[in-house]
């Protein structure tokens, strides 16, 4: 029997992290380098990828940088082609690029015109193609080199708020307008699991497996207010760090979850308990 240190290895596979370049997608790099795996830094934002993939190939890490529309199929699958090209294979798909409002500090004030009643039908035809056809795409693009050499894992990034409504008291401020989590967001992120359900299923028999992780609010220079009330909220109390989605990410990228898939992994500090 393998050690069990050994299934949470990746050495000689190659992963793509779509959104690569975000808070939790340059995590989700170095974990997997660190694993042992070639990494694709795949994002919208060519010179943050390239910044990534520099430093982990600085570290003594294989790492390639590539500037990715996920809502563009050519951009995708060229993306999945130069995984190929570069590393001779392609093993795990991190689907972790998307549209998400942010509530830190720098963007308070941008996030005062979500009330669903008046939100713009274009707004939530962008995010939807980012988050939920943006995934689609990717894993059509992924899927093909995993299918010819018969190994395949593709992790989906959905959200508390996927499961949950969201509690929009989060973001009341004293003689301020409302501010709302907008309706893209709970809606794409309830996508991405009946599009991970779809494709385990799809794939059954294939060695490809598809599951989902799902992280609660992670702490980015979040203004007092918001940080305490969401910490409030939680069984653990506080936000969760940055670095604290990275052990579910290896392990779902690993054969340590070989016999899982069509599942969640729900990291949230307990927030979908109560």
């Given at each position: 029997m393998a050690d069990i240190f050994d299934k949470f290895r990746l050495d000689g596979q190659?992963?793509?992290?779509?959104?690569?370049?975000?808070?939790?997608?340059?995590?989700?790099?170095?974990?997997?380098?660190?694993?042992?795996?070639?990494?694709?830094?795949a994002d919208f934002h060519g010179a943050a990828a390239k910044l990534v993939a520099d430093n982990l190939t600085q570290s003594g890490y294989k790492a390639l940088a590539f500037t990715v529309d996920v809502t563009d199929p050519a951009s995708t699958r060229d993306m999945a082609d130069a995984a190929v090209a570069a590393f001779g294979r392609l093993d795990v798909l991190v689907c972790s690029a998307g549209l998400d409002p942010k509530f830190?500090?720098?963007?308070?004030?941008?996030?005062?015109?979500?009330?669903?009643?008046?939100?713009?039908?274009?707004?939530?035809?962008?995010?939807?193609?980012?988050?939920?056809?943006?995934?689609?795409?990717?894993?059509?693009?992924?899927?093909?080199?995993?299918?010819?050499?018969?190994?395949?894992?593709?992790?989906?990034i959905c959200s508390t708020y996927g499961l949950v409504g969201p509690d929009q008291r989060?973001?009341?401020?004293?003689?301020?307008?409302?501010?709302?989590?907008?309706?893209y967001y709970s809606v794409s992120?309830?996508?991405?699991?009946?599009?991970?359900?779809?494709?385990?299923?799809?794939?059954?028999?294939?060695?490809?497996?598809?599951?989902?992780?799902?992280?609660?609010g992670v702490y980015n220079n979040?203004?007092?207010?918001?940080?305490?009330?969401?910490?409030?909220?939680?069984v653990m109390g506080r936000m969760a760090d940055k670095d604290e989605m990275n052990g579910?990410?290896?392990?779902?990228a690993s054969d340590a979850s070989s016999y899982m898939t069509g599942n969640n992994v729900v990291v949230d500090g307990g927030w979908t308990v109560w």
């Open positions: 190659t992963a793509v992290v779509t959104g690569g370049a975000g808070l939790l997608g340059k995590e989700f790099c170095r974990t997997l380098a660190q694993a042992g795996a070639a990494v694709v830094v830190d500090q720098q963007n308070l004030s941008a996030q005062a015109c979500n009330a669903f009643e008046d939100y713009p039908l274009s707004a939530w035809q962008q995010a939807l193609d980012v988050n939920l056809t943006g995934m689609f795409l990717s894993t059509q693009a992924a899927v093909k080199p995993m299918l010819a050499q018969e190994h395949g894992v593709i992790i989906t989060l973001y009341e401020r004293p003689g301020q307008p409302q501010m709302y989590k907008p309706v992120k309830a996508g991405v699991m009946g599009l991970t359900r779809y494709l385990a299923t799809y794939y059954a028999g294939k060695n490809i497996r598809v599951n989902a992780l799902s992280p609660g979040h203004d007092e207010t918001f940080t305490k009330n969401y910490s409030y909220r939680t579910a990410i290896l392990f779902l």
